[in-house]
């Protein structure tokens, strides 16, 4: 059977079975190359561990917002985890049925609440009392009424960088869970408002199921006692933040245990379950590939720099991230050497790996960034004037140009200059 994602047969690094140097060589380099059947895999993975809670899955656009993955997302018929109307539109564009979107975000302007209720999405996650006042006014301008959540914030410490974590009372995302317990019933009075659910998501990369389990016991307990209030919750939303494994050391999160752990608590809940996951399924599905421009000996270190940047991929420097790299080719026999991977942008904070053991390379090799598939392009930015470059899906052997490479005009397009200082 083909193996999906990326794996080195001979030394030569594969994507599915194309291989990654045809690709880079055909669309030139940086390249964000994804697997498309990793992708689909991931997806199909998820879906079974957690089959006996038959969740709605709600792919996190926010993770890898490409249009063809998306694509991927809506023919095997899973809704979206959106936070904003780009997110929405984009969720719209591939034909993910608006009764599967739910949205999350603690600044949902009007004009996003407007565009959500016009489409018909299925859920807001709401995440504080004034979010809850404006969706009701708006529902009611529009003749409509929106079914909400309360995001609660469980406060349960998650082991993850301090940039990603968000359920605890630090962080600005969700309501307290003391204090949707006093004020929740203010947001049930709401007009146009129907209160059916229960959202929480604490954090992002877990890779243990204590916290999830901890989190679950405590949400279980509101959602008990809004039904004892009369408030019929049918609804509960775990959120994402299922962990993938970027240091060969690290672990996954072990999705199966989580599934029997959340079986035992949900059992009886009798509660429609949705799960928001974006990294498990984007990050190990794609690469960055580069190329080496120089090898630069400094005194104390050697610095590889090679064409890719922080523009194309931040979490190194964000979240003191590891990613792998490695040579799309290996050759036989050459030492390795400790070097740093850093990139042309004019910042001591633009590298890919510090003090590691790398192949001896030299320039004009290709390099690989592994498990760029979540939150790269997502993330990416103009920096030092840089063009977006282009994204490839290789799927059942074929590979398609899914973004097209910037130029410098595009760069400037929306640029306007004064007429008067021409
Ligand atoms: N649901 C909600 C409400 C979220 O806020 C997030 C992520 C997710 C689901 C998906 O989380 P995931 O399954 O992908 O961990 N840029 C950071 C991650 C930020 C996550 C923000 N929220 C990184 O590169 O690690």
């Not at 095997?76 to 719209?92: H, K, M, P, Q």
């Not at 929106?146 to 995001?151: G, K, N, Q, S, V």
């Not at 994402?240 to 494994?245: I, K």
Request: glycine fraction near 10%.
């Amino acid at each position: 059977m083909e193996r999906k994602g990326f794996s080195k047969e001979n030394g030569k690094m594969l994507c599915d079975s194309v291989p990654v140097e045809d690709l880079v060589r055909e669309y030139g380099t940086p390249l964000y190359i994804y697997s498309g059947g990793l992708f689909e895999e991931n997806l199909l993975r998820f879906k079974e561990a957690f089959k006996e809670l038959s969740p709605l899955i709600c792919y996190s656009v926010k993770s890898n917002s490409c249009g063809a993955l998306l694509q991927l997302v809506k023919q095997n018929g899973l809704g979206a985890d959106i936070v904003s109307g780009g997110e929405l539109y984009r969720a719209l564009r591939v034909g993910i049925p608006a009764d599967s979107i739910v949205f999350a975000g603690v600044g949902k302007t009007r004009s996003e609440i407007e565009e959500a209720l016009e489409a018909g999405v299925y859920l807001f996650n709401v995440e504080s009392i004034p979010e809850a006042q404006e969706i009701s006014e708006a529902a009611g301008k529009l003749g409509k009424t929106a079914r909400i959540a309360i995001r609660v914030n469980p406060d349960v410490k998650a082991d993850t960088h301090k940039h990603i974590t968000t359920g605890t009372k630090e962080n600005k995302f969700g309501i307290d869970l003391e204090v949707a317990e006093k004020y929740f019933q203010q947001i049930n009075e709401l007009p146009h408002l129907e209160l059916i659910g229960v959202h929480c998501h604490i954090g992002s990369q877990i890779t243990d199921v204590a916290p999830y389990v901890n989190a679950m016991k405590r949400v279980v307990r509101f959602v008990n006692m809004l039904r004892e209030e009369g408030i019929h919750i049918k609804v509960l939303n775990l959120g994402g933040g299922y962990g993938v494994a970027y240091h060969p050391e690290e672990n996954p999160l072990d999705l199966i245990t989580l599934g029997k752990e959340l079986k035992k608590i949900l059992e009886g809940l009798d509660c429609q379950i949705i799960m928001e996951p974006g990294r498990f399924i984007s990050a190990p599905a794609g690469i960055l590939a580069t190329r080496v421009i120089y090898v630069k000996e400094g005194i104390k270190k050697t610095f590889v720099i090679i064409d890719g940047a922080v523009s194309e991929f931040i979490r190194p420097v964000l979240y003191d991230g590891y990613h792998e790299v490695e040579p799309i080719q290996d050759k036989q026999g050459r030492k390795n050497k400790v070097v740093d991977v850093v990139g042309p942008i004019c910042e001591s904070g633009d590298f890919f790996a510090k003090d590691r053991e790398l192949q001896e390379v030299q320039s004009g090799e290709y390099l690989a960034v592994r498990d760029t598939g979540a939150y790269g392009f997502a993330m990416a930015s103009n920096y030092n004037s840089r063009p977006f470059v282009s994204e490839v899906v290789v799927y059942d052997r074929n590979h398609y140009l899914v973004r097209q490479k910037n130029t410098y005009a595009d760069l400037v397009k929306d640029e306007i200059l004064v007429s008067e200082w021409q």
